[in-house]
């Protein structure tokens, strides 16, 4: 009794340095204890504009009624009943996505986070390539990318930094970066569009130096969420469905971070009209509850045959409610074309206020998935790391939770909620402007 008595006077913090395995990264020092569309509150009773949706999560806002009552319902009906049986919410969902997603994918397969649906669709691609006669031995990815924390996708996963001692569980054989589509940084004297060209023209270099048949698969988030959001040049993204189209190389579209209408369409592939052969879900799609999925074209998918794929909880009905919920919601409250006017709104304060705030190195974005990159001085581009840093602190004083990304965390990533104001963008950015002025200020 006395242990239990004492954990209870312990504040969540206490608690979490005693029995959590300390590997997260970070932490803000806030307990949340309620959050409710786009706002959050914490356990001092504290409310916070949220500007990150639980890393891209909550895209339908913090606990939407709709989304809530689906996953009541469902509970008083089953929680889980295995793979091993048909599941109504299951299937329904299924046919949900197939409806919305880019007409290549046709079949769905259900796991349970971002990086099971990466890991699950390279599969399903080194699969289709051997039942073709090829080696798939070869899988490349980018080199800012993120693709997950498992063995495989930490290989994918092109940034060292989160692969520092870990060795052999980051080195899964047979995995090869080619270079991002990064303009602003890697640009030099190039137009945008010739740069994208030649970030193509470089991974086709790559794929050419391996046997014909050994490459498996190309996997490419369309915009990189965890690199900084860089969204490529327009050229990038088409040259590169068509470099693999050429050599018969499955194209997987990461969009578990891109997906659910967080960059101003249902997919961020649309935006270049591309049809991936894969693409994978998860984040958004649940609206809070843990689903991932990855869709194939329905030549790919049949590589799969009976019993070469399982998740005991993938698929699990509560959180395909949730999700067929969360489909409902985008399309109702039509969160796309929202995402995409909110979204160029934000963008063009944000220009403005950058053109007086010479810490902000590039303003970058579509939709409401928008980087500011902040650098000490525009002609060098050193990173801001510690200013960053600071100006997150200062914005969870004033009320404002935001992220941090790229592999020098030297840019802030305003990710919303879709259902966020304009007002609320207008606080949040008077907010950003008041703490960078506080850095110098170009002359006027
Ligand atoms: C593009 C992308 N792929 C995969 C993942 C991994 O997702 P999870 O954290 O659900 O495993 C992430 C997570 O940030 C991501 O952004």
């Known amino acids: 009794m006395l242990t239990s008595e004492n954990e209870r006077e312990s504040t969540v913090f206490d608690l979490d340095e005693k029995y959590m395995i300390q590997c997260l990264p970070k932490r803000d020092h806030i307990a949340i204890s309620k959050a409710q569309g786009t706002k959050i509150i914490d356990s001092q009773g504290k409310e916070y504009l949220d500007l990150f949706s639980g890393i891209s999560v909550t895209n339908v806002g913090h606990c939407h009624p709709k989304v809530v009552a689906a996953i009541k319902n469902q509970i ?28 290549s994918l046709s079949k769905v397969f259900f796991v349970n986070s971002g990086a099971e649906a990466v890991d699950g669709a390279v599969k399903l691609a080194k699969k289709y390539a051997t039942v073709n006669g090829r080696k798939g031995n070869t899988l490349v990815s980018l080199e800012s990318s ?67 048949g050994d490459i498996a698969t190309v996997i490419i988030e369309p915009i990189l969420g965890e690199a900084g959001i860089i969204v490529p040049p327009d050229s990038y993204l088409p040259a590169v469905q068509k470099i693999c189209k050429e050599r018969e190389i499955t194209f997987i579209a990461d969009e578990v971070q891109t997906g659910i209408a967080r960059t101003g369409k249902m997919f961020a592939c649309e935006h270049w009209s591309i049809k991936p052969d894969i693409m994978t879900l998860a984040k958004a799609l649940g609206g809070g509850l843990p689903i991932g999925a990855f869709l194939a074209s329905e030549d790919v998918a049949a590589a799969f045959v009976e019993g070469d794929h399982f998740s005991t909880f993938g698929g699990n009905p509560v959180c395909c409610a949730a999700a067929s919920a969360v489909l409902d ?29 010479e810490l902000v190195g590039e303003v970058r974005g579509k939709g409401l998935m928008v980087g500011l990159e902040l650098v000490r001085n525009r002609r060098s581009k050193e990173p801001a790391t510690g200013e960053t840093s600071k100006i997150k602190q200062g914005l969870i004083k004033d009320g404002f939770l935001i992220g941090v990304g790229g592999p020098n965390k030297n840019v802030l990533r305003i990710q919303p909620p879709l259902v966020i104001s304009k007002a609320e963008v207008d606080s949040a950015v008077d907010a950003l402007d008041r703490l960078l002025g506080s850095y110098a200020t170009l002359e006027q």
């Open 329 to 357: 919601v985008v399309k109702e409250e039509r969160l796309a074309e929202r995402a995409e006017n909110t979204g160029a709104y934000l963008m063009k304060r944000l220009g403005e206020m950058s053109e007086k705030r």
């Open 76 to 103: 008083e009906l089953y929680m889980h009943i295995s793979n091993h049986y048909y599941n109504n919410a299951m299937a329904t969902l299924a046919k949900q996505l197939v409806t919305v997603a880019p007409q």
């Open 146 to 212: 993120f693709h997950g924390r498992l063995s495989l996708t930490l290989t994918l996963t092109g940034q060292k930094n989160f692969k520092y001692k870990f060795d052999n569980y980051a080195t899964y054989p047979g995995i090869v970066h080619a270079p991002t589509p990064y303009y602003y940084r890697d640009g030099g004297d190039l137009p945008e569009d010739e740069f994208g060209k030649k970030c193509a023209e470089d991974l086709a270099h790559l794929l050419d130096n391996y046997a014909p």
